[in-house]
């Protein structure tokens, strides 16, 4: 196993200055940066054997369909799913949420029926579900967050019925970093017979997670936010699930035979995966997953907690500030306010220093509701940030404090 303490050295962008100081980089919950091993893993598809995968009868076509299907089976293990199959590749987080809202709400789910979402959900994983609203008439219903950030578990409870069909929920908040009970939550849901989405871009890259113990019915994730490539996600979906959802996208690869009277349509993963997906994506995400794997998660998690711990030590320090999500279990985020400030004018004015921080409702605008602000100030974590860079976010805020008198 790698040491921890290392990683920085693996991504090069955080060598360089931005407005003539070295790269802060605490943007890590929009996107994380890329270490080396991704980078030259895309490279080397587009240098080496860059071919349209499958229905090949070449030599760089079956080499780039292998390496292909080789990610598929390293983030099937990495997230203990039980078959290959069972990883639908999506553009990310957000299509993963609709290809279930298109395929499964579309035809197992009618009027009056109801889904269950939660007040710190990102629009990723409100608006499909609106959108099945309008279109089949379900009822969407909310579980509602307390002063800390954290989901009201009784409500959740007193919401579930017969008519509850699906909830979907994220592992952990992007705008506050709550660690949500989804175990628990999928136990209660189960228990009604209805099915459950976990939405996991903020948590597979802080911890581990284990499909076939946490028995989600479906979970996506982005990797653009586990230290991969843009334009690649994943949906996990149970085989008999997905065996039962017609296909969303019509196209090439989906399809097992075509003819103008009737069309049909191929297995599992492919009946999801219509057209040319992003090979080269997929591929680099496959090493995302093989150079998150060369740490230890003991070593991972650990290293994260004592930074966010910190970063909360001394962040809590600072007069005037107010931190936003203060949920016991927590990923990642810290959010925040100083003051009067406006986030924006705290987010331009860091940057000056080169410190890249987040600002505004971070897409979960129910959150900002909540509270009654328009935005907040977050500065998010990954394994290659420092304390030292903890203390130039604090030395800044204090700068930024000074010239707002
Ligand atoms: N869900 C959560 C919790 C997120 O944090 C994000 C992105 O910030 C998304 C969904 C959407 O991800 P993507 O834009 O990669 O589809």
Not at 194 to 211: S, T, Y
Not at 299 to 328: M, P
Request: proline content about 4%; hydrophobic content about 40%; some cysteine.
């Amino acid at each position: 196993m790698k040491d921890i303490n290392t990683a920085r050295t693996d991504f090069p962008i955080l060598a360089r200055e931005v407005n003539g100081k070295p790269l802060v980089y605490l943007d890590n919950a929009a996107t994380m940066q890329k270490p080396q091993a991704v980078i030259d893993a895309v490279s080397r598809v587009y240098t080496d054997y860059n071919s349209n995968i499958h229905r090949g009868t070449h030599f760089l076509s079956n080499v780039c369909t292998g390496e292909f299907e080789n990610a598929r089976e390293k983030i099937q293990k990495f997230i203990n799913a039980r078959n290959s199959y069972e990883i639908i590749f999506t553009r990310g987080t957000t299509e993963a949420i609709n290809l279930v809202a298109n395929t499964f709400g579309d035809n197992f789910l009618s009027e009056d029926d109801e889904v269950i979402v939660s007040e710190l959900e990102h629009h990723s994983n409100i608006v499909p579900w609106q959108l099945l609203r309008e279109r089949k008439g379900i009822k969407l219903k909310v579980i509602p967050l307390n002063e800390d950030g954290e989901l009201v578990l009784d409500e959740y409870y007193g919401m579930l019925n017969e008519k509850t069909r699906l909830v979907a929920v994220a592992h952990v908040s992007n705008a506050l970093g709550t660690v949500n009970p989804v175990k628990e939550i999928i136990e209660a849901a189960h228990k009604m017979n209805a099915k459950v989405l976990i939405d996991g871009a903020q948590a597979v890259h802080h911890f581990p997670v284990d499909m076939r113990e946490l028995d989600a019915d479906f979970y996506v994730f982005s990797g653009h936010k586990l230290y991969g490539p843009t334009g690649i996600g994943v949906l996990y979906g149970k085989e008999e699930l997905l065996n039962k959802m017609p296909p969303w996208h019509g196209g090439g690869e989906m399809i097992k035979n075509v003819t103008f009277e009737k069309t049909t349509y191929n297995e599992l993963p492919f009946r999801f995966e219509a057209g040319t997906p992003d090979y080269a994506g997929a591929i680099g995400l496959g090493a995302a997953v093989d150079y998150l794997s060369s740490y230890s998660w003991e070593d991972i998690v650990g290293y994260e907690k004592e930074l966010l711990d910190y970063a909360t030590e001394k962040l809590s320090a600072i007069d005037g500030l107010k931190i936003y999500g203060t949920a016991e279990k927590k990923s990642g985020v810290v959010s925040f306010l100083v003051g009067k400030i406006h986030p924006y004018d705290m987010g331009v004015m860091l940057d000056k220093l080169g410190i890249a921080v987040r600002t505004g409702h971070h897409c979960a605008q129910p959150v900002m509701d909540r509270y009654g602000i328009p935005g907040t100030v977050r500065a998010s974590f990954a394994i290659y940030n420092t304390k030292e860079e903890v203390d130039k976010l604090v030395d800044g805020i204090e700068k930024v404090k000074k010239i707002f008198g």
